[in-house]
């Protein structure tokens, strides 16, 4: 009985941290542990779909940063802003890409490579610039 009110003073929680705020993709991701947990799986599902597209949205926002910044020649920040972006979302392949581009500009080839090739098998038809 304990175990059942601990896990639902944590749903209350993780739902208060949803609505301070509704951008945070790990306050999803916990809440949805926890109802699955619990055997809420419809609620789990909805919560780890909602936890993924948060992700997928703040990827995108890294890799646009990184690509400001490869743009004006901060190789480096560029290729951490992309490391980011594909921590958040593996497949990701655009940003292996670009990552790809600054290792070749780099002189670091068998990494550029390894990207490329990553981002190939991720996404065959992506678009080579």
Do not use: C
């Amino acid at each position: 009985m304990q175990i059942h009110k601990q896990g639902e003073a944590d749903l209350e929680k993780f739902s208060r941290e949803i609505e301070d705020n509704p951008f945070d993709s790990m306050a999803y991701y916990k809440r949805a542990t926890l109802k699955a947990e619990m055997g809420d799986l419809v609620g789990a599902s909805q919560d780890f779909k909602k936890s993924i597209e948060l992700e997928m949205q703040e990827a995108r926002e890294y890799f646009s940063l990184g690509l400001n910044k490869y743009k004006k020649g901060n190789l480096r920040e560029a290729s951490a802003l992309f490391d980011k972006a594909i921590a958040l979302d593996w497949r990701f392949a655009e940003a292996y890409y670009q990552r790809g581009k600054i290792k070749i500009d780099l002189g670091e080839y068998t990494a550029a490579m390894e990207d490329f090739s990553t981002a190939i098998k991720l996404n065959k038809d992506l678009k080579f610039s």
